[in-house]
């Protein structure tokens, strides 16, 4: 029984709940097209309590449109006809059967207790029947207080749109009563001047008209009403203005209250964005998402950088042109003290020449005399030798002497061509100075030399006395045998004997006195000599002392321009540094090697799928499958790029690596390596050929180039170490028992990286390290591969310490310069590689991957950097990281069959190009410690 009033309540329910519906839809439809939007929200709500979804936005627009209507008056009035009265929903049809069901069970309730008096007496039906009626009164009761409710609404909206009305009636009926009354105002002044004015007709008249007069009264009574009610509307009207003004006003309060609403309403919707967006990158965002975060700040970075360069280059371009001004000034004032010193030392080198003529004639007067004596030395000596049929003897003293005179002359205008080139040349003054120290020492020696020449002549001439005396007692014997035989001798004959006698004897007389005289001579030729000598150098020193004020004066003004220079090395090296800094600690260029006869050989009709931009340096293009993809570099260098610094337009490659060196030299860490497939052209760009050197050579060069410059200043030592890593074993390329090295943190407590046994050489010139180069280069392991006759199976690497001492301040630098030329980065496969070739090609490619994920860590700013996961990287973990500079040459292939490759290491090169290594930092020694 339960059972069946349950389905049948259902059924009746369905029933009238439809019929309900399409009452309601049919109302819907209708006000709809009647009334419009505000009728379909109160006609389509339905029973269970909800509106539907149009209803909702009907009310949805009704409410916008009463919000607007508040402070827009036309629009209400345009929507006031839309404004209709909510039609109730009928319900009473369900309530009236459910009344009457009710009714009947408890007829049948009381009828089944009076049959079976033991039983309840209601039954469950009853009570279900009763409780859903109370809810149907209720929902019922609801419905009416809502309509009633939406009645009040729609009243007051009229009430307030009448309201609004009128008083706009109100306003301009105001209005045009108050022009009104100013018209009437006007009028009646006008015609009281009219009247008050006296007409030239009426001056003779009696001027008491007593009934124009009244009018006039009456006229002025009625004016003065009419103002006193003038002013009384206006009152009026002043208090409906502050009445608007007032509304105004609040209007005003309550669009700032909802201003202030709306603006905290967007700082949560911002703040929840930001929150959101902070959660999508910490977790659910997609990588595009984060990548798109990512560049967004980049750019914004970058703009930042572009700003703070764009100041900086300002900053650039007005300090040169300050500092030139400046160097201009000095120049000058520089120029006058040299013209003085100029001057003076000409005064000086005028005087050291009237000195060196005065020498020279004495030397000429002393030569002449000497040239007389010698003269008669000459005769007499050939007198004696007519007499004894001997050779000349003084012949080799005369020669010497006629030949060292001239070159005394020689150089004594030698000395004076210096000195005219001592005024000419004041830079080479200490140069000039030693060498007239060095002919002063000549001249000495010239002068022992001609001492010596004199003590040899005296000998000499004391031999021939000897010889005389000797040839005097030879003819005393002959004299006395002369007599011996002249007393056995006929008279004639004896007369003719004495007679030689005598003429001998005579001759013998008179040989003494010319020897006297000859040896007077000498001796008097040897003073003047040795006073010759005394006087060339009392010359030469006062010549040198005048040279060494001169020195003086110049080293003086020299320190002035010592101290400019040292500011102005100071300053290049700051602009240096900023522009090194401007241009990126870690810098990716990008060299396409050239397609060379035997690559056409090997690949004919391969097509070229690189391509350079000539207007553009820093980007490159690679055509894969018909698409094209282009990468951007620092550098590109095209294919016809020189290693050099280049004479044509566009990049050379050394160009852009000689700032590097520079810093090196600066204290700085530096690492260029060379990052390419096999065959690409690393060894090329990094060793070259005897003609053509690469960077390896230049650099060293610069460097020592360099360090000349600055000797004045600064004092260098530099070492230089190499050393290959072979399937991941260490060798020393310097020695040439190739034993296993290993990397050793260094036990003198800096933390430093340190190679024990490494054989490290002390280098003093450039010459020198060709030779270095050579041995490194004969010891490096390399094997033809199909890819390239001799490709390197090995990384290497050559290390230069270059550390600095300031002669001034004594600070010292410690710069590195690590110059590494990796193995190729080529396919297993496509190398040919097999057995040890094949694990060699395992362990470059893994050791290369170290170094891509060292720099995935540097560009993370991870907290740990994977130094260790390869020697390759452990090895260079000091000039890799941060506060140092990095350059890395990318070597590509233009070919079709390389493209391949060619993407792997463009795509590698980009990753490397968004690593920031921050601010490079210089590694000084200031005393002790380090300050960087
Ligand atoms: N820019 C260039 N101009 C002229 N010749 C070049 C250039 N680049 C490379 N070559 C030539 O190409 C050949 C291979 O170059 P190289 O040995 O330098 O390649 P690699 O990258 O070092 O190879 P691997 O990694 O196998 O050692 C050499 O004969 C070299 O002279």
Redesign the pocket.
């Known amino acids: 029984m339960y059972a069946f009033y349950s389905l049948l309540v259902y059924i009746f329910y369905t029933v009238f709940k439809k019929e309900e519906e399409d009452a309601l839809e049919t109302a819907c439809g209708a006000s709809s097209d009647e009334s419009g939007p505000v009728s379909m929200e109160t006609g389509c709500q339905r029973k269970d309590g909800h509106t539907s979804k149009r209803g909702k936005m009907a009310s949805a627009q009704r409410n916008e449109s009463s919000s607007s209507s508040d402070s827009d008056e036309m629009s209400l009035s345009d929507n006031d006809d839309d404004i209709a009265g909510p039609d109730i929903p009928a319900c009473t049809p369900l309530a009236a059967f459910l009344s009457f069901k009710q009714e009947a069970e408890k007829r049948r309730a009381s009828q089944v207790q009076l049959e079976t008096p033991g039983k309840l007496s209601e039954s469950p039906l009853v009570a279900v029947m009763s409780h859903l009626l109370t809810f149907l009164e209720q929902y019922s009761h609801f419905q009416q207080l809502q309509h009633q409710a939406d009645q009040y609404r729609v009243q007051l909206k009229r009430h307030r749109v009448q309201h609004r009305r009128q008083m706009k009636a109100l306003r301009a009926s105001y209005r045009q009563r108050l022009r009104d009354k100013n018209s009437i105002i006007t009028s009646l002044e006008e015609a009281i001047s009219q009247q008050q004015t006296p007409s030239p007709l009426s001056e003779g008249e009696p001027s008491g008209d007593a009934g124009m007069q009244a009018g006039v009264h009456s006229l002025v009574e009625s004016l003065y009403g009419l103002q006193g009610e003038r002013s009384k509307l206006r009152g009026e009207l002043r208090l409906l203005h502050s009445q608007l003004e007032q509304k105004e006003r609040d209007r005003h309060s309550r669009i700032q209250a909802f201003q202030q609403q709306i603006d905290e309403l967007k700082g949560c919707i911002e703040e929840r964005e930001e929150e959101l967006s902070r959660l999508r990158t910490a977790t659910g965002a997609t990588d595009s998402e984060k990548r798109v975060l990512c560049l967004s700040a980049e750019n914004e970075s970058l703009k930042q950088n572009l700003s703070v360069t764009q100041g900086l280059l300002q900053q650039l371009s007005t300090i040169p042109s300050q500092s030139s001004t400046m160097l201009m000034k000095e120049n000058e004032s520089l120029r006058s003290r040299i013209q003085q010193l100029e001057l003076s030392l000409q005064q000086r080198s005028e005087q050291l020449s009237h000195l060196e003529r005065r020498s020279e004639q004495s030397e000429w007067r002393r030569g002449e005399e000497l040239r007389k004596r010698e003269d008669r030395v000459r005769e007499l000596q050939l007198e004696l030798d007519r007499e004894k049929g001997k050779e000349p003897v003084v012949k080799y003293v005369t020669q010497t002497v006629e030949v060292e005179s001239p070159t005394t002359l020689k150089h004594l205008s030698k000395a004076r061509q210096r000195g005219e080139l001592l005024s000419e040349k004041l830079a080479n003054q200490n140069e000039r100075c030693k060498q007239l120290e060095e002919q002063i020492r000549k001249s000495d020696e010239h002068s022992c030399n001609l001492q010596h020449k004199i003590a040899a002549y005296e000998r000499e001439i004391s031999k021939l006395r000897e010889e005389l005396l000797k040839e005097i007692g030879h003819l005393e014997e002959k004299k006395e045998e002369a007599v011996k035989a002249a007393a056995n001798c006929s008279p004639e004959h004896f007369q003719n004997l004495q007679e030689q006698f005598f003429s001998l004897q005579t001759r013998l007389t008179a040989l003494p006195p010319t020897l006297r005289c000859m040896k007077t001579d000498y001796a008097s030729l040897r003073s003047q000599v040795r006073n010759f000598s005394d006087f060339y150098g009392a010359a030469i020193s006062d010549a040198k002392k005048q040279i060494s004020a001169a020195i003086i004066e110049m080293s003086e003004a020299n320190k002035d321009l010592l101290e400019k220079y040292r500011k102005e090395v100071a300053l290049r090296r700051k602009y240096h540094e900023q522009l090194v800094e401007l241009k990126g600690n870690i810098r990716v260029l990008c060299?396409v090697?050239?397609v060379?006869k035997?690559d056409q050989q090997h690949n004919e009709g391969q097509p070229v799928v690189v391509t350079t931009d000539p207007n553009n340096e820093s980007s490159l293009s690679v055509l894969n499958k018909g698409k094209g993809r282009v990468f951007e570099m620092d550098k590109v260098f095209h294919?016809q790029?020189t290693?050099g610094r280049g004479t044509t337009d566009g990049p050379h490659v050394f160009q852009e690596i000689e700032p590097l060196v520079t810093s090196c030299i600066d204290g700085y860490h530096v690492c260029i390596f060379?990052y390419?497939?096999?065959?690409?052209?690393?060894?090329?760009?990094m060793?070259g050929?005897v003609e053509n050197p690469g960077i390896n050579k230049r650099a060293l060069k610069h460097l020592f180039s360099e360090i000349e410059q600055r000797k004045d200043m600064w004092s260098y030592t530099v070492t230089v170490s190499s050393v290959e890593i072979y399937n991941e074993v260490l060798r020393d390329l310097l020695s040439k028992d190739g034993e296993k090295l290993d990397i050793k943190i260094n036990p003198d407590g800096t933390g430093q990286l340190h190679v024990p046994g490494l054989r490290v050489i002390e280098v003093k010139s450039f010459q020198h390290i060709k030779k270095i180069l050579a041995t490194a280069r004969r010891n490096r392991i390399?094997f033809g591969?199909q890819?390239?006759?001799?490709?390197?199976?090995s990384h290497a690497l050559l290390c230069i310490t270059v550390e600095g001492t300031d002669l001034a301040t004594g600070s010292k630098t410690t710069g590195k310069l690590n110059l590494v030329?990796?193995?190729?980065s080529?396919r297993v496969w496509k190398s040919g590689a097999e057995g040890e070739r094949l694990k060699e090609a395992q362990n470059i490619n893994r050791s290369l991957l170290s170094l891509g994920d060292v720099i995935q860590a540097l560009r993370a700013r991870q907290a740990h950097i994977p130094f260790r996961n390869s020697r390759l990287t452990y090895l260079l973990q000091d000039s890799l990281g941060k506060g140092s500079k990095t350059v890395m040459v990318v070597?590509v292939s233009a070919l079709e069959s390389n493209v391949g490759e060619t993407l792997c290491s463009l795509k590698f090169a980009q990753r490397v190009c968004k690593v920031e290594l921050g601010p490079a930092s210089r590694k000084i020694e200031c005393g002790g410690g380090v300050c960087d």
Do not use: V
């Open positions: 060299r090697k050239p060379l035997e294919p790029a290693a060379a390419g497939q096999t065959g690409s052209g690393k060894t090329y760009t060793e050929s390399t591969t890819m390239n006759q001799h490709s390197s199976r030329d990796l193995a190729g080529e070597q």
